[in-house]
């Protein structure tokens, strides 16, 4: 099992930067492959990024291409995506999610584990 619990949301203009944590209880963290999905109001699910459990990213999503970035300290069991350059259109609820295999999933049908959510707010 895997508890998994993010933090850093808020609320930013237009080009600003935020950074997100994703804190995991639980064993193994180490074995996993972190995600990070977001909802807008009215909208479904999609997948942002994507860090294997070596610590590679594995994919990236065009929306968020050369803005976005993610990483991991599993000494802290945490994983961590940084936001850059935001626009309005980044405005939604993100999530990081955990599954465990030899390749990083982009689709969260695959995903095991799931946080609760941050809202993250871009203003214009």
């Known amino acids: 099992q895997v508890q998994l619990v993010e933090s850093g949301g808020g609320s930013v203009q237009t080009g600003g930067s935020l950074r997100l944590s994703c804190a995991a209880s639980?064993?193994?963290?180490?074995?996993?492959?972190v995600g990070w999905f977001r909802q807008a109001p009215g909208k479904e699910r999609e997948f942002v990024i994507v860090?294997?459990?070596?610590?590679?990213?594995?994919y990236v999503a065009d929306s968020v291409k050369g803005r976005f970035s993610v990483s991991r300290d599993n000494g802290k069991n945490t994983v961590y995506l940084q936001m850059n350059s935001l626009k309005p259109e980044d405005t939604a609820v993100y999530y990081c999610?955990?599954?465990?295999?030899?390749?990083?999933?982009?689709?969260?049908?695959?995903?095991?584990?799931w946080g609760q959510g941050t809202q993250v707010t871009v203003s214009s």
């Open positions: 860090i294997s459990w070596s610590g590679g990213t594995a």
């Open positions: 999610a955990a599954h465990q295999s030899l390749r990083a999933e982009s689709d969260g049908t695959r995903y095991d584990y």
């Open positions: 639980g064993r193994a963290f180490s074995t996993y492959n």
